[in-house]
């Protein structure tokens, strides 16, 4: 079903039919290339799209642009939909599994639909075929550069009456199309920067729209697959804002209502510079090995661009993403560069590995990952202290004081799960130690109120201090460095603590009457 309004257009004496394929609910697209991995760009645009669709109970679909074929990475596209999920991002649309009544929903399985599309704008005179050869081409831009003009296209072949165009085609001479750029454009009415004006023209050359190769450039299949596939908005990048003229000029040609736009600011580091593709650190797939969670860097992203009421992120809390889409608004986007703070970031997971705890549910999940980190991590140990009780212990203590769950599984912790099996301290009795036991299980857990306990047994049973925390770094964890022995302790908890120094007893220790004997001789 189409909507059709009659319009003139005043450059020429054509009258166009607006057409938009209508539809009743909201629909946007996140439209990658598959060149590379997905980075932090490309993730909030994604949800920006996203998050809009879900606050007005539509669709979101992805669409892989690929009709530069020499930029392919193989594999690109599976890693981007992969790191689209692991975001929490639900595709209603798209390549492959997804489905969907607008496909294919890859640009190069597409090739047909455009070439029948532009055969419009030829018919409609708002484009026209060039012969114009590279080297000519090349002459024009080296002639420009010479005279510090900017470089574009003089638009020759515009000009080619029907009996030279016929002349070329009938000499088989390569040729591409270009788009007739016109003269007069209206402003922009974006969502975010509100009223835009670029005029193409004057810095530009006629377009190419289909290359020699019979694939289209991006300008022309996104206008083409935008329309067909009746997205009804577009949030994209400010650097793009500049072709949204382009792009409501082909529009304009073919007759079609545009869908709505609205760009991005730019995301840019802490100090203001742009991000880029080439810093390692921006991939998606660098914070998901870093242990950082999907929610995290999920409010990461959107808590530096707006979108949001102002309280939402006054407080540092991490919100869910029915959550997020629920409060969002475009209106409320910031039109200025969005300041990424990584500082942010580490709150932000610590801040969800608390939210997780907090169910008795994703406790448990937690919980399991653990175990299967711990299980990795020590593939050959069997003596290991999987303990479900300890392990929320262990993670309740964490809490605010870790910023990446993997860290658990960190050597300088590793006595949390690997049990020591071989206590062997000549100056500590039986009967000191279950004297200790004793003290231990009274005590208050938390290390200023160890130390002292510690301190006072020590000099109640005449032992040195320091040889008392060696004696017992050793029977609670087997190393001979780490943690502060009182620390150690608080973080193991005081039922894993008795239950090792009981353990050490049932293996044996020096009794007092062999220990005397030792010093007498």
Avoid at 140 to 156: G, H, S
Avoid at 295 to 314: I, K
Avoid at 327 to 337: L, Q
Avoid at 394 to 422: G, H, I
Wanted: glycine fraction near 6%; include cysteine; charged fraction near 25%.
């Amino acid at each position: 079903m189409h909507l059709i309004k009659r319009i003139i257009n005043k450059s020429s004496p054509h009258i166009f039919i607006i057409k938009r394929l209508s539809s009743s609910e909201v629909r946007v697209r996140f439209a990658p290339s598959p060149t590379g991995y997905l980075h932090l760009g490309g993730l909030r645009t994604a949800l920006y799209n996203y998050l809009y669709a879900k606050n007005q109970n539509g669709k979101f679909l992805l669409r892989i642009e690929d009709t530069d074929q020499t930029r392919l990475v193989p594999g690109a596209m599976e890693a981007l939909i992969e790191d689209l999920q692991w975001a929490g991002i639900d595709i209603d649309e798209g390549p492959g599994k997804f489905g969907g009544n607008y496909g294919p929903y890859i640009q190069s399985q597409r090739t047909k639909i455009y070439l029948d599309s532009v055969k419009t704008l030829l018919d409609n005179g708002t484009a026209y075929r060039c012969f114009c050869t590279e080297r000519r081409l090349d002459l024009l831009r080296k002639e420009a550069v010479r005279a510090r003009q900017i470089p574009k296209y003089d638009n020759k072949c515009r000009h080619l009456t029907e009996k030279q165009i016929n002349e070329h085609l009938a000499k088989q001479t390569p040729f591409c199309i270009r788009f007739k750029l016109d003269d007069y454009e209206e402003p922009i009415n974006d969502l975010i920067y509100g009223s835009v004006h670029h005029n193409v023209s004057d810095n530009e050359g006629d377009p190419v729209i289909i290359k020699t190769d019979q694939f289209p450039t991006y300008h022309f299949a996104n206008v083409v697959d935008d329309h067909l596939m009746a997205v009804t908005h577009v949030f994209r990048g400010v650097e793009w804002q500049i072709s949204t003229t382009k792009h409501l000029l082909l529009y304009k040609a073919f007759g079609w209502q545009p869908p709505k736009f609205g760009h991005l600011p730019l995301l840019v580091n802490a100090d203001g510079t742009k991000l880029s593709k080439r810093q390692g650190d921006i991939g998606i797939k660098h914070f998901r090995d870093k242990g950082y969670f999907p929610t995290s860097l999920v409010n990461y992203v959107v808590s530096a661009g707006g979108g949001f009421p102002h309280e939402q992120f006054s407080k540092p809390k991490v919100y869910s993403m029915s959550e997020l889409s629920e409060k969002f608004n475009i209106e409320k986007v910031n039109s200025h560069p969005s300041r990424l703070n990584p500082l942010v970031l580490d709150d932000f997971n610590r801040l969800h590995i608390i939210k997780l705890l907090e169910s008795e549910t994703s406790k448990t999940a937690l919980v399991e990952n653990v175990t299967n980190l711990i299980k990795e991590t020590y593939p050959n140990e069997s003596n290991l202290d999987l303990n479900t009780n300890h392990i929320r212990s262990v993670l309740q203590w964490s809490a605010q004081r870790l910023t990446f769950v993997k860290d658990l599984t960190s050597p300088k912790l590793s006595f949390l799960w690997v049990k020591p099996t071989n206590f062997n301290q000549k100056d500590l009795t039986t009967d000191q130690l279950e004297t200790l036991v004793k003290i231990i299980t009274k005590a208050e857990f938390n290390k200023d109120n160890l130390n002292n306990v510690l301190k006072d047994f020590s000099k109640q049973e005449n032992i040195k201090f320091p040889v008392l925390m060696k004696c017992l770094r050793s029977a609670l964890s087997g190393l001979k460095e780490g943690p502060g022995v009182a620390e150690m302790m608080e973080i193991l908890g005081q039922q894993v603590v008795v239950q090792r120094l009981k353990d050490v007893l049932e293996n044996g220790t020096k009794t007092s009457e062999t220990k005397k004997a030792e010093n007498a001789a």
